[in-house]
Structures are given as structure tokens and as C-alpha cells.
């Protein structure tokens, strides 16, 4: 724990929050019409590549997420930066195979694509699994790792600490809209990069620069390839389950997703979320390494690290001065605001559009605006009933539901991949992938909390690697999809235009999809960069 949070240190927390506060208010005043829901749920759709490609990072980069690629790389090395790198694939996808289908078809949310490609049951499976999702995970982890912060960086009161997170991010998202996320995640790319950036130098200057870091560890910590034996990462795992859970994540959850459907047009989409996947390089370097660095640091003596998740605090109480410290703790706070206020706005635009909208198929826009504003203010009343529970609540439990997104994401993968690529795919074929996937991961889950009481067959279901068991639900989810969709009649012609490969009208205007000579180079940057990562950190 830090033990003195100096004057500097709250200066520098100060300058970010009142940056915060003052973007959060310019983005709402430039985005004045809160009674169009374009402008309320997507920043007008005018949003350029730059503050697309933040906001992807930003959002997806929480407090959590640090913390915990810092203790993964103080435990075992590198491998964990597998996720961050694949992501980078995943972005890719995502701008060249997702967006000309999303924005050409100019949905809101996810669910509502589902509809438009399948039919209102995979719509309501979706819309439901994803809210319930945001509120089981993303927000009460963010809130749980919020408080941490507070109180063990700065030293004030675990409840006090995510009161004032939620009431700060609920108040600007409320009154902003997307447009004060999107340019709020922007300035907090900088802040939370920034951050990083200071415990990454300091601990390198500790460890004695790049040789010293090398010397301090097993050969192994660097190796990004793990044996087939490896409990977490096995290569076969990354190299196969990895991807499908990218694909889940980056090119089809809403929370993700949104950004690139506030783009003014599939260019600006496109280049955004190629920008973003060149960030993802980043983490390897400034978020996992220094974790490696805390455990040299321990190894020697010169660090008391009780724990690998304490890596990131550790360093900063040990190695950083007055001012500094607060430079860091800025960038966490600006890693949870990005995901929780992501979270907030993601989730009301859900219930506004895929809930409210449905129930009330001629409500006005004004109307979508106001209970998307009411669901934020819920969902901050929630998340504030929701502080005193997390101390009665086991670490394991909040494990077991990240855990679930493992086991629900291959079949909404298989069912968006199959839906663009192949136009026999039809509703009855994705809502049975849909069902049958959301029956597998579930019987997994139980199978997975009850491990100590099991035996033979059903101990060694349970302690299949999670990224081994998202290959096997993806192919049997795949392998239901195709066999009912096959068995049942095909989907009406009308209903496909523009919304697979196969069926993109010819001649359709093409502009705002124009393809560039940039846009190509730096994808095959990006994919140069990994594989260049990928050949430095092997053994």
C-alpha cells in the first residue's frame, strides 16, 4: 500500500478528473440533439478513425485488466500478452469482414443485426444474454476493482471510493450520451497509456535494463508458446480457441461494437479499429512486462510481493516518487471510467433499442433517449446497492462469472461468422447453435464450480483447458447450425441483401467503403508486427 499519497500525487488525480469533467461536458454541448437516438446511442454516426481506435482500447483496458495481465506476468511470463496480441487479428475481422455488413445495414445494437440477418428469437436471446452479462460482469468487476484502487493506492474507504467512481461515470454518461464516451475513452487512452509507460521505465532502470530483466528469470517467462501441458495457455488453446473468443469479443459484443457503428462512414470504421489493433500491441510491453519486472525485483529482495496480482501496486509503492504515483493512479482511474461508463451506456442502449423499442414499436425518439438515460440511472442505483455485497462475495464466485462469457461466446460467434460468410445459414439453424451452446457451456460451468466433488469422466470434463472447451463448442455449435439450417427451408432472398458476402447487391455505392492504399499497408503492419513479436518471444 502506498503509504502517503502526497499533495503532487492529488494534483495530478485532480487535473485528470477535472479533464474528464470538462471533455464529458464539450462532447455533450457538441452533441446538443439528446432527442435523436443516433445522436444519444451512437455520437450523430460522425465519429473519425482516431476516436474510434481509442475508444476501442480505452474500453476494452480496465483496471482489472491491468492488474491482472501485471500478476499473470509475475506468475508465469508472457504468455498471457497472447490475448492482447490475437486481439489485434480479431480488430482486423472486425474492420475488413464485420463493418461493411453492420454500418450498410445501420443497426444500433448487435441484437438488432441479428434480426435483421436471422429473425426476432436470436434478437432476444442476444439482447437478454448480454444485458445480464454487463451487470453480472463487467460492472460489478470494474466496481470490485475500483475500490480495490481507492483503497489500497490511495488509502480512502473501499465504499467511498466506488460510490464516487459510479456517481462521476453515471453522471457524465447520463448527460453525454455516447459522444462524451467516445471522447472521454479517447483522453483516457492517453492517461491510462501514460501511466503505464511511467512503472514500465521505473521498473526498468530497477531491474537493470533489458539484460537484467532477462537474467532475472527462467528462459521460459519469455516464451510467448507454451507446451500443450501448460494449464492456462497451451499453444494448441491459443492457436485455436483464442481467435473464437476474439471474434466474440471484438467483433460482435455490443460493448465493443458500438464504437465502430459511430463511425461516419465504414473508412473511418475500418482505419479505427485497425488503429486499435496496433495498440493492442502495447500491453505486452508497458502492462505484462513490468509484472515480469515486480518478480525480479522480489526474487532480489528489493520488492515485497505477497501475491502476483499486487505487482502493479507493488512497484508503484516501492519505485515511484510524490507525483508520479498520482500520474498512475490517473491512468487506473481511467481504465475503470472507460469500461464502466462503455458498460453503462452499452447496456442502456440495449434496453432502449432491443426492449423498450420492441414494446413500443412507435415510440419517438425522445422517448428511446429518456429510458436509455433512466436505464444508466438504474444501472448506477444498482451498481450502489450492489457495494455493500462485494465483501460477502468470494473471488471465486467473480471467477466463475467471467468464466461464463468463455462459455457462451463460441455459439454467437458461429452464428455472426456463419451469418455474413454463408447465406444458407437461416433463423431455426441459429437459434438451435444458440440453444445447444448456451446448454454445453452452462453444463461446463456446473461441472467446473462442483470439481471437488467430482471423479473419473466427469473430473476430467471439468478440468479441460477453458480454451480447449471453446474449440469443442464452437465445432458443435457450428455443426448444428449448418445441420438445421440445411434441414430447413432457406432464408428468403429479400431478407439477405446486403448482409452477406454472396448477396451484396452489385453496383451498391461504395464511397463510404473505399478501400485504401494506408488502410492495406497498415493492416500488413500490424499482422508484421505480431508475427515479428511472435518469432522475438519464442524459445
Not at 447487391?505 to 494506408?518: D, F, I, L, M
Request: hydrophobic share 55%; charged share 10%.
Amino acid at each position: 500500500m502506498i503509504q502517503t499519497f502526497g499533495t503532487l500525487d492529488w494534483l495530478a488525480v485532480g487535473v485528470y478528473a477535472l479533464l474528464t469533467v470538462g471533455i464529458a461536458a464539450w462532447a455533450a454541448r457538441r452533441h446538443r440533439d439528446h432527442d435523436s437516438s443516433a445522436d444519444y446511442f451512437l455520437a450523430g454516426r460522425g465519429s473519425g478513425w482516431l476516436v474510434v481506435g481509442g475508444s476501442l482500447f480505452a474500453s476494452n483496458i480496465g483496471a482489472e485488466h491491468l492488474v491482472g495481465l501485471a500478476g499473470s506476468g509475475a506468475k508465469g511470463g508472457v504468455a498471457v500478452a497472447q490475448f492482447e496480441l490475437i486481439a489485434g487479428f480479431a480488430l482486423l475481422a472486425l474492420g475488413w469482414v464485420f463493418v461493411p455488413f453492420y454500418l450498410r445495414s445501420g443497426v444500433f445494437t448487435m441484437p438488432e443485426f441479428l434480426e435483421r440477418r436471422y429473425a426476432s428469437g436470436p434478437r432476444t436471446y442476444l439482447a437478454v444474454v448480454s444485458i445480464a452479462g454487463y451487470v453480472l460482469t463487467k460492472i460489478s468487476v470494474t466496481l470490485t476493482a475500483g475500490g480495490i484502487v481507492f483503497e489500497a493506492l490511495v488509502g480512502i474507504d473501499f465504499w467511498t471510493g466506488a460510490m464516487a467512481l459510479v456517481l462521476l461515470t453515471g453522471a457524465y454518461t447520463v448527460v453525454g450520451g455516447f459522444a462524451a464516451v467516445l471522447y472521454t475513452d479517447l483522453m483516457q487512452m492517453f492517461v491510462l497509456l501514460g501511466g503505464a509507460v511511467v512503472v514500465t521505465v521505473a521498473g526498468l532502470d530497477a531491474v537493470g535494463g533489458v539484460d537484467g530483466l532477462r537474467q532475472g528469470v527462467d528462459p521460459g517467462f519469455f516464451d510467448l508458446w507454451q507446451p500443450l501441458s501448460h494449464p492456462e495457455f497451451p499453444w494448441t488453446g491459443i492457436l485455436l480457441g483464442a481467435p473464437i473468443l476474439g471474434v466474440w469479443y471484438w467483433c460482435t459484443d455490443q460493448f465493443i461494437v458500438q464504437r465502430v457503428l459511430a463511425a461516419r462512414n465504414q473508412s473511418q470504421a475500418r482505419r479505427g479499429a485497425i488503429f486499435a489493433g496496433l495498440l493492442k500491441v502495447l500491453p505486452l510491453f508497458v502492462f505484462v512486462i513490468p509484472g515480469i519486472m515486480a518478480h525480479v525485483l522480489a526474487k532480489s529482495g528489493r520488492l515485497a510481493l505477497d501475491e502476483a496480482d499486487h505487482a502493479l501496486p507493488a512497484l508503484v509503492t516501492a519505485l515511484l516518487p510524490e507525483g508520479l504515483r498520482g500520474v498512475v493512479v490517473a491512468g487506473l482511474l481511467a481504465a475503470l471510467m472507460s469500461s464502466l461508463s462503455s458498460a453503462f451506456n452499452s447496456c442502456a442502449t440495449l434496453v432502449s433499442v432491443d426492449v423498450y423499442k420492441r414494446l413500443r414499436p412507435d415510440a419517438s425518439e425522445r422517448a428511446q433517449v429518456l429510458v436509455g438515460q433512466g436505464a444508466v440511472v438504474a444501472l448506477v442505483g444498482l451498481s450502489l446497492l450492489w457495494i455493500p455485497f462485494m465483501h460477502t462475495i468470494s473471488g471465486q464466485l467473480y471467477a466463475y462469472l467471467q468464466s461464463v462469457q468463455a462459455y457462451i461466446s463460441p455459439p454467437i460467434a458461429a452464428v455472426f461468422l456463419f451469418g455474413v460468410l454463408w447465406p444458407r445459414a437461416n433463423a431455426k439453424g441459429a437459434m438451435a447453435a444458440l440453444l445447444t451452446g448456451l446448454c454445453l457451456g452452462v453444463g461446463r460451468l456446473v461441472l467446473e464450480i462442483n470439481e471437488d466433488s467430482l471423479c473419473g469422466i466427469w473430473l476430467s470434463l471439468a478440468r479441460i483447458n477453458f480454451l480447449h472447451v471453446a474449440v469443442v463448442l464452437f465445432a458443435v455449435c457450428t455443426a448444428v447450425l449448418v445441420g438445421v439450417s440445411l434441414a430447413t427451408a432457406p432464408p428468403a432472398a429479400t431478407q439477405l441483401k446486403d448482409l452477406t458476402f454472396a448477396t451484396v447487391a452489385s453496383g451498391a455505392p461504395v464511397e463510404s467503403g473505399r478501400v485504401t492504399r494506408q488502410d492495406i499497408a497498415l493492416s500488413v503492419l500490424l499482422v508484421a508486427l505480431i508475427g515479428g513479436i511472435w518469432a522475438i518471444f519464442s524459445s
